[in-house]
């Protein structure tokens, strides 16, 4: 995963200096949050390492394009499963009826778990490499509230990378040191806290 990251780091160094770097980071975020996955975090940090000054802008560019990203993703997931009045569209219907074992009892069911945990999942996906589209789909799979949805979205992924463009601005080089160094570490304690918050709910603690 690390070397994997690295050469991320030193990919997005080739074009960093260009003038559309900045419109490269809102792309990378609008893309990744609608309908491909991109390592976006390495990414912003390769380019604001290269003008540190201009990170909370960089930040401020990332939240934007993962908003509307995020509004495209949860529109496709949304109207490729439901129809206006809320009924299932063809497609939904014709998933439920050629896969075994898939019905609108198990949406159903699916749809209950995304709703009681999707506050979390949200909270969690700010420190774990879920690509973000995944989550904008399912939300409008599922009929998750789009403002909540987006509110949430704005909240944690501001969070994330303002938190990432204040360790640019104040350690320079040595958050890319930081981030590298104890990715896996971050993910596995994020795994386990979020197993944990899981088990929890379930059993109704929360």
Known sequence: ?????????SWTKKWSKSRYSLLVIFLFLFLDASIFPLPTTAVFIAVSLI??????????????????????????GHYLWLLPDGSFTQFAHYLFNHIPGFTE??????????????????????IL???????????????????TFELFTLIFQGFRFFLLAWLIV????GAKIIFQRNLKIIALISVIILIITLLLQVFDIL
């Open 129 to 147: 490499p879920v690509p973000y589209q995944f989550l904008s789909i399912t939300a409008g799979v599922f009929n998750f509230s789009i403002v």
């Open 1 to 9: 995963m690390q070397s994997l990251v690295s050469q991320t780091f």
């Open 170 to 173: 104040r350690y320079g080089e």
């Open 51 to 76: 003008h540190p000054s201009r990170s909370y802008y960089n930040a401020l560019l990332a939240v934007a394009g993962m908003i509307l990203g995020s509004i495209v993703g949860y529109t496709i």
């Open 105 to 126: 009892a198990n949406y159903l069911n699916a749809q209950n778990l995304y709703l009681k945990w999707s506050y979390g999942i949200l909270l969690f996906s700010t």
